[in-house]
């Protein structure tokens, strides 16, 4: 009786461990997150002093706790962490303090990201010398020394780090060396700190095939973004001219229901019209990471995905949404949507979801209607 109260118990244990959200393979674990954008990195306000103190505080993790979020992921930029000759700049590094301070007072764990430093851009547009200077992947390792020493205090299992946002580098062997380098640096210093690393070309889905990373390193998390399709998540953008059309998006579907002929709208939407894109074909492109991942026998994070707030109309959006997020959540991916107060906001600047619905399908995946 005894041996079939503990088999029937261990497959219980089991089945409830399988239908946990885990993206780790040890104690750091992430669900549902939210990006932290536009604060310490790619500040176009350009508030400092008391502003930049206002526009982050502790209500805003205890809000996002409060909301079911698990974690947040903290975008930080070399020009507001580091002076141009190459000094951590006390203030900002005490804000990161604080915003790690007040995540943990609100269980929620945090990725540090290295979003945007002086040699390197995810816009491939601008000067990318990261690629071609030696100087510049020097610089590139002494900031994650930096980050290191300064960060190492917190456990490993509730802060990791993620070595850099979207890189572009011409040629993927380029980032792998990249790679390969400053984990030989850092690692040394912290054996068990969680490291998030992305795959060529903005972390695109269809790189994942060239990624290399170090064997037998079990510290590691793959990391993908996912804007799909980007006619409808990037709707209306007011930075990107491309997406400036008269016609309505929709999802699921053909992207376009109305008519668009050759006469009336630009090469991008013509590029677009023909085309439909539902759950399935959506968990296609996210599987080119999860089987790369598979073979890496490591885990598979999503660190942006999301659809521009309010331009497209709430079904599509909610769907498209409901889809995304039920797909990681039924392949063990954790997420971390973009974002909490900027271009794509999920909430309000009094801390209130925009959409409350969008909010439970982005923590729980539910949806009041299909």
Not at 93 to 111: E, Q, T, Y
Not at 187 to 196: A, G, H, N, S, V
Not at 216 to 233: A, G, Q, R, V, W
Request: hydrophobic fraction near 35%; glycine fraction near 4%; charged fraction near 25%.
């Amino acid at each position: 009786m005894k041996k079939i109260f503990f088999i029937i118990t261990s497959v219980l244990i089991f089945f409830n461990s399988c239908s946990t959200l885990r993206t780790s393979n040890s104690e750091f674990s992430l669900g549902a997150g939210v990006n932290l954008s536009h604060w310490l990195s790619q500040n176009f306000t350009g508030f400092e002093g008391p502003k930049r103190y206002e526009a982050m505080t502790s209500a805003d993790f205890k809000a996002i706790s409060n909301n079911g979020f698990d974690h947040v992921r903290i975008p930080i930029d070399e020009q507001e962490m580091w002076t141009e000759d190459g000094k951590p700049i006390d203030y900002t590094f005490g804000l990161l303090d604080d915003a790690i301070k007040w995540s943990l007072k609100n269980n929620l764990k945090v990725v540090v990201d290295l979003h945007i430093i002086r040699s390197h851009h995810f816009d491939e547009q601008k000067s990318n010398t990261l690629w071609t200077d030696e100087n510049s992947q020097i610089r590139f390792i002494s900031m994650w020394k930096d980050l290191s020493s300064h960060l190492k205090k917190y456990s490993t299992t509730k802060v990791a780090y993620e070595f850099m946002n979207e890189p572009v580098a011409p040629d993927p062997e380029d980032w792998n060396k990249l790679i390969d380098k400053v984990i030989k640096e850092i690692r040394p210093l912290e054996p068990q700190r969680k490291f998030i690393i992305g795959a060529n070309m903005w972390q695109s889905v269809d790189q994942f095939k060239n990624l290399k990373v170090p064997a037998n390193d079990k510290n590691l998390i793959l990391s993908f973004h996912f804007y799909e399709p980007f006619m409808l998540t990037h709707y209306k953008a007011s930075w990107n001219k491309a997406m400036q059309v008269d016609k309505t998006v929709h999802y699921p579907g053909k992207i376009f229901v109305e008519e668009v002929s050759d006469d009336e709208t630009n090469q991008t939407v013509k590029d677009w019209r023909d085309k439909s894109f539902d759950k399935e074909s959506l968990f296609k492109r996210v599987n080119l990471a999860l089987q790369r991942a598979k073979e890496l026998d490591l885990p598979l994070y999503c660190g942006e995905f999301g659809c521009i707030f309010p331009q497209v109309d709430k079904d599509s959006r909610n769907h498209w949404f409901y889809d995304v997020c039920s797909i990681f959540r039924e392949n063990n991916i954790g997420y971390t949507v973009w974002d909490y107060k900027g271009g794509f906001k999920l909430f309000n600047p009094d801390r209130t979801p925009q959409d409350e619905e969008l909010v439970d399908i982005v923590v729980n995946s539910n949806r009041k209607s299909h």
